[in-house]
């Protein structure tokens, strides 16, 4: 069929054919929404993992008699897991696809929550914890590019969120039932084995899913690649899509070739632009994790029964709070990305996060200089050195005897306790798991009024830093990288995450015992305001760019505030006609302006 000669006078055959493409694009295949669900299960998954084990801590420290040594392995070695098998899940994700990836980790994750629901020993519950570090790491390496390479463009952006949505969605259900379990006996059963359920659901939907249109034509499966197009799009005709995909492969194919099929890391450091690039997205998931986001989520029902709350269960449901807030307030961030922009949104999150960490300092600090005294000797002991249950809790070897007087703490005693089994004293009033009347046993709280400075100050954190510190390191790196160091960039900036979570997360419980509690506390606001003045000088806008301005952003002077330099800059010029385009399209969001 051949095109009109003018602009204003159409066939009745071509404005068919143009109404008819408008309702196809219209038109979202409801296979696209299911695909998008079974891999958001995913993120879901990795949310569960993460706020589950917050409560679960509580519990297993008393069934197993967890020392803070073992404390963090049991939460380390997932982290750790994780982070080396995203490094294997990108290797794997482009030898055998993203499909069977998928498939793997769920698989995985299955096993090892079966594991964990049955384990007998410590050591057991520990290769659980590995197993199912292994299936998050390959899930967090493949889902969202799985994701973003099936999504329709309008609907990508959206899609792909979704999956840092259902991780947030994760750590609330967690915390939920966490706070459900913590009256049973042996909860912990059911708060580590349940999330076998959505994994197997997983397993089993994907079998059913289609392979990455994209990375069946980087194997030369044309034909495959086009009907999963065909089926995922609901219309037969995707040769525009088809062939744009095509032509990208090819591109990425030639500028590995013309680069010497040299390590693309080497490449990115060795070209300036990119180099800065590489260095700010990996400052900022460095900056999001020193920050001590994980300790919030991995200990927060731990850091809020350190701050006097006695009752574990109250202490898990406030847990759960503060994973409810997390889970709100990232919305405000999808909300405000695009209103004020990224670099506000980071920096404005980083200080209020900065300002939470000193409040929770300063609330730990109140605590210490108003720490009960110890009235009563009960025996000759090393603990009698001790003249208050701040310096008794210090001193791992000893806890706090008292008497709970309308929830003030007196006749308080320091009683040597064993470290590997702090559950009772080794002798005195509190030599026993029942204890009589108003008797009380501390071994990891003192009893305060200023507990409730603990909860404000966690919420306080995740009211700021969930809209923005949350999201945008990963934001951001999905779009300050050229198309042939994308994948690597990501992988380089996830890596460095995983890494710095597994800092985090191994060292806290120690840290509070070495730096005191509130010391910790300030040394994470320490390190977030160092980042801060980092992010400050070197972390541009990146909001309105398009992806070919990227490498002119970054290639201007480090602390320069000049123009930046035009790379890829073409004159090309459209002709536009509001409603209905040259090209068939039929709105300004579709007009290549």
């Given at each position: 069929?051949?095109?009109?000669?003018t602009?204003?006078?159409d066939?009745?055959?071509?404005?068919?054919?143009?109404?008819?493409?408008?309702?196809?694009?219209?038109?979202t295949?409801?296979?696209?929404?299911?695909l998008?669900l079974?891999?958001?299960?995913?993120?879901?998954?990795f949310?569960?993992?993460?706020?589950?084990?917050?409560?679960?801590?509580?519990?297993?420290?008393?069934?197993?008699?967890?020392?803070?040594?073992?404390?963090?392995?049991?939460v380390?070695?997932?982290?750790?897991?994780?982070?080396?098998?995203?490094?294997?899940?990108?290797?794997?994700?482009?030898?055998?696809?993203?499909?069977?990836?998928?498939?793997?980790?769920?698989?995985i994750?299955?096993?090892g929550?079966i594991?964990m629901?049955?384990?007998?020993?410590?050591?057991?519950?520990l290769?659980?914890r590995?197993?199912?570090?292994?299936?998050?790491?390959?899930?967090?390496?493949?889902?969202?590019?799985?994701?973003?390479?099936?999504?329709?463009?309008?609907?990508?952006?959206?899609l792909?969120?979704?999956?840092?949505?259902?991780?947030?969605?994760g750590?609330?259900?967690?915390?939920?039932?966490?706070?459900?379990?913590?009256?049973?006996?042996?909860?912990?059963?059911?708060?580590?084995?349940?999330?076998g359920?959505?994994?197997?659901?997983?397993?089993?939907?994907?079998?059913?899913?289609?392979?990455?249109?994209?990375?069946l034509?980087?194997?030369?499966?044309d034909?495959?690649?086009?009907r999963?197009?065909?089926?995922?799009?609901?219309v037969?005709?995707?040769?525009?899509?088809?062939?744009g995909?095509?032509?990208?492969?090819?591109?990425?194919?030639?500028?590995?070739?013309?680069?010497?099929?040299?390590?693309?890391?080497?490449?990115m450091?060795q070209t300036?632009?990119?180099?800065?690039?590489?260095?700010?997205?990996c400052?900022?998931?460095?900056?999001?994790?020193?920050?001590?986001?994980?300790t919030v989520m991995?200990?927060s029902?731990?850091?809020?029964?350190?701050?006097?709350?006695?009752?574990?269960?109250?202490a898990?449901?406030?847990?759960?709070?503060?994973?409810?807030?997390?889970?709100?307030?990232?919305?405000v961030?999808?909300?405000?990305?695009?209103?004020?922009?990224?670099r506000?949104?980071?920096?404005?999150?980083?200080?209020?996060?900065?300002v939470?960490?000193?409040?929770?300092?300063?609330?730990?600090?109140?605590?210490?200089?108003?720490?009960?005294?110890?009235?009563?000797?009960?025996?000759?002991?090393?603990?009698?050195?001790?003249?208050?249950?701040?310096?008794?809790?210090?001193?791992?070897?000893?806890?706090?005897?008292?008497?709970?007087?309308?929830?003030?703490?007196?006749?308080?005693?320091?009683?040597?306790?064993?470290?590997?089994?702090?559950?009772?004293?080794?002798?005195?009033?509190c030599?026993?798991t029942?204890?009589?009347?108003?008797v009380?046993?501390?071994?990891?709280?003192c009893?305060?009024?200023?507990?409730?400075?603990?909860?404000?100050?966690?919420?306080?954190?995740?009211?700021?830093?969930?809209?923005?510190?949350?999201?945008m390191?990963?934001?951001?790196?999905?779009?300050?990288?050229p198309?042939?160091?994308?994948?690597?960039?990501?992988?380089?900036?996830?890596?460095?995450?995983?890494t710095?979570n597994?800092?985090?997360?191994?060292?806290f419980?120690?840290?509070?015992?070495?730096?005191?509690?509130?010391?910790?506390?300030?040394l994470?606001?320490?390190?977030?305001?160092?980042?801060f003045i980092?992010?400050?000088?070197?972390?541009?806008?990146t909001?309105?760019k398009s992806?070919?301005?990227?490498?002119?952003?970054?290639?201007?002077?480090w602390?320069?505030?000049?123009?930046?330099?035009a790379?890829?800059?073409?004159?090309?010029?459209?002709?536009?006609?509001?409603?209905?385009?040259?090209?068939?399209?039929?709105?300004?969001?579709?007009?290549?302006?």
């Amino acid at each position: 069929m051949e095109r009109p000669n003018t602009l204003g006078h159409d066939s009745d055959d071509d404005s068919a054919l143009r109404m008819d493409r408008i309702r196809q694009e219209q038109r979202t295949p409801a296979f696209v929404y299911v695909l998008t669900l079974f891999s958001a299960i995913g993120g879901f998954l990795f949310g569960y993992d993460t706020g589950v084990v917050s409560g679960a801590m509580i519990l297993l420290r008393e069934e197993f008699r967890l020392d803070s040594l073992w404390q963090e392995l049991i939460v380390s070695v997932t982290i750790g897991a994780a982070a080396v098998f995203a490094l294997v899940g990108g290797v794997l994700n482009d030898s055998f696809g993203r499909k069977p990836v998928i498939v793997t980790a769920s698989l995985i994750f299955t096993v090892g929550s079966i594991i964990m629901g049955l384990a007998i020993d410590k050591y057991m519950l520990l290769a659980g914890r590995i197993v199912v570090g292994i299936a998050i790491g390959l899930a967090s390496a493949c889902i969202p590019m799985y994701v973003a390479e099936c999504a329709p463009s309008p609907l990508r952006g959206r899609l792909v969120v979704l999956y840092q949505l259902l991780i947030t969605a994760g750590i609330l259900v967690a915390a939920v039932c966490d706070g459900l379990f913590c009256y049973v006996e042996q909860g912990w059963r059911y708060m580590l084995g349940l999330a076998g359920i959505p994994s197997a659901i997983q397993f089993l939907g994907f079998l059913f899913m289609p392979e990455s249109p994209r990375w069946l034509i980087t194997k030369q499966r044309d034909d495959q690649a086009r009907r999963v197009l065909q089926s995922i799009r609901g219309v037969l005709d995707v040769d525009d899509e088809f062939d744009g995909i095509k032509k990208s492969c090819e591109e990425d194919e030639m500028e590995l070739r013309e680069r010497g099929r040299r390590p693309v890391l080497l490449i990115m450091l060795q070209t300036p632009a990119v180099r800065r690039a590489l260095i700010i997205g990996c400052s900022l998931q460095i900056v999001q994790q020193l920050v001590g986001i994980n300790t919030v989520m991995y200990y927060s029902a731990t850091i809020i029964k350190m701050s006097g709350i006695r009752d574990k269960s109250t202490a898990i449901w406030l847990s759960a709070v503060t994973a409810a807030v997390n889970f709100v307030f990232t919305f405000v961030g999808l909300y405000l990305v695009e209103k004020i922009g990224r670099r506000p949104l980071t920096l404005g999150s980083l200080i209020g996060a900065i300002v939470s960490l000193a409040w929770l300092a300063i609330g730990f600090q109140l605590n210490a200089l108003h720490s009960p005294p110890i009235t009563v000797v009960e025996a000759v002991n090393p603990c009698n050195q001790h003249s208050t249950c701040d310096q008794c809790m210090v001193d791992l070897s000893c806890g706090f005897c008292y008497n709970d007087a309308n929830n003030t703490a007196v006749n308080g005693s320091c009683l040597a306790t064993s470290y590997d089994d702090p559950l009772t004293s080794l002798y005195g009033r509190c030599n026993s798991t029942s204890l009589p009347g108003s008797v009380a046993w501390a071994y990891d709280y003192c009893p305060t009024s200023f507990s409730w400075m603990a909860m404000v100050g966690l919420v306080s954190y995740l009211v700021f830093f969930a809209p923005g510190m949350g999201p945008m390191p990963w934001t951001i790196n999905s779009e300050i990288y050229p198309l042939w160091a994308r994948s690597t960039g990501n992988a380089a900036a996830t890596f460095w995450n995983w890494t710095c979570n597994l800092l985090v997360s191994m060292t806290f419980l120690t840290l509070t015992e070495s730096l005191t509690r509130y010391g910790t506390f300030w040394l994470y606001a320490g390190l977030g305001t160092i980042g801060f003045i980092f992010l400050l000088i070197l972390l541009p806008e990146t909001k309105g760019k398009s992806l070919e301005e990227m490498e002119g952003l970054f290639a201007r002077p480090w602390c320069g505030r000049g123009a930046p330099v035009a790379y890829y800059e073409k004159s090309v010029q459209y002709v536009h006609i509001r409603g209905l385009n040259r090209d068939g399209r039929d709105s300004d969001l579709d007009s290549p302006e």
